[in-house]
């Protein structure tokens, strides 16, 4: 079935330390790509986007993504987390070039973070 | 990007009953989706509202539980209609901008008792 995974349900990182956040999809070709996080209590905020181009995308709050067409993989990093960074992360297609406009989501991954 | 405002942004309700849910848009918008995220869950896109034109169903929803308004292009609202406790849920509108990005409001936090 086509989907989108999330395989790391929850990730405990120390502050400061680096982070990688994994995502795969399994359509037939490639989707448009993001990154959404919602901190506690709050609505989802667009992190980055992937639509064609370079492989590396940078986005707000320090976060960058790589695209791996082999590995059907879009996962999300930053060098250093901050304590603010503690909030659930989603990773999104829109397969609109294939027909359907719409955004599907992973099932989220929780970032908690440790002093 | 644009602004999403909601209106309640919580609410406790009865079994029962209807809770009409309200998102306005700072900036005039075609696209606008509603979407459903069950407690510890990802979000389900229930419907995309058109202004025009009738609401847009996922499967699963249907528009006698979940009626759709789109009277312009910079507000809509969803209703829930004869609620249970498991439509406690947050419901999140959210609008496509430039660039085919979406953007969200803050979220209504329903609680059915």
């Known amino acids: 079935a086509q989907s989108v995974t999330q395989p790391d349900i929850h990730i405990t990182v120390s502050e400061g330390a680096s982070l990688e956040l994994r995502c795969n999809y399994s359509?037939?070709?490639?989707?448009?790509l993001f990154w959404y996080v919602q901190s506690p209590g709050q609505g989802l905020q667009l992190l980055l986007k992937?639509?064609?181009?370079?492989?590396l995308v940078q986005g707000i709050k320090g976060f960058e993504a790589e695209f791996k067409r082999s590995q059907s993989s879009f996962n999300l990093r930053k060098p250093s987390v901050h304590w603010s960074d503690a909030a659930e992360y989603f990773c999104a297609v829109d397969r609109r070039g294939l027909g359907n406009e719409k955004l599907t989501f992973g099932t989220g991954t929780r970032l908690t973070i440790i002093p | 990007s644009a602004v999403i405002s909601q209106k309640p942004s919580r609410d406790i309700c009865q079994r029962g009953t209807s809770l009409t849910i309200q998102c306005q848009v700072d900036s005039q918008v075609t696209m606008m989706f509603w979407y459903r995220q069950q407690p510890g869950q990802s979000l389900t896109l229930i419907a995309t509202a058109n202004q025009g034109s009738e609401a847009t169903y996922e499967s699963g929803f249907v528009i006698d539980k979940f009626p759709i308004s789109r009277p312009n292009l910079t507000f809509s609202t969803l209703t829930v209609s004869n609620m249970s406790p498991e439509d406690s849920s947050i419901y999140l509108c959210?609008?496509?901008?430039?660039?085919?990005?979406?953007?969200f409001g803050p979220g209504t936090r329903l609680t059915v008792t």
């Open positions: 359509y037939g070709a490639t989707p448009y």
């Open positions: 959210s609008v496509e901008a430039k660039g085919y990005e979406q953007y």
């Open positions: 992937y639509f064609s181009g370079d492989t």
